[in-house]
């Protein structure tokens, strides 16, 4: 196995201890404790109730990333949503790859590997990742948005490498 430092600019405030990368304000936790505190809402609530909360969650949280990185990058499109990808990936969450995308039509389709959650979880035959759906139409809406397009979508996990049989996961992103 080999190793990289980490491809994204941290900068750390003398004074406040706030990590940043781009133009927003970061937390670096261990993941198994973000996953564990995951686990214990879940088992809380249910999975069903909470993958409802995240997404709502998510979806917020992504379209204002997109937003904020578009402007401190200047990126347009789906130059946008590449950079989010990337940015996922590089961040410890999984690899996020994108095998289809058309932002005017509001339609994307994603492979997930090596997913954080699933390293926790294991083969538990359900899909866990639903934490990150809602951030793929948040993320959708807004680069359709930037490119003058009033498109509404909504995601889903179609695939959990936590299921038996599965080795990767898969969501795919649709107008509503």
Known sequence: MTTHT?????????????????ALPMLYVPRHFFVNNHMGIEEEIGAERYAAILYKAGYKSAYYWCEKEAEEHGLQGEEIWHHYMKRLSQRGWGFFITEELDAVAGTAKVRLEHSAFVYQYGKVNRKVDYMFTGWFAGALDMVAKNLGHEVKTVAEQTQCAAEEGCEVGYFVVKPI
Do not use: A
Request: glycine share 6%; no cysteine; hydrophobic share 30%.
């Open 6 to 22: 980490p491809e994204m600019p941290i900068e750390v405030n003398d004074e406040t201890g706030v990590w940043t990368t781009d």
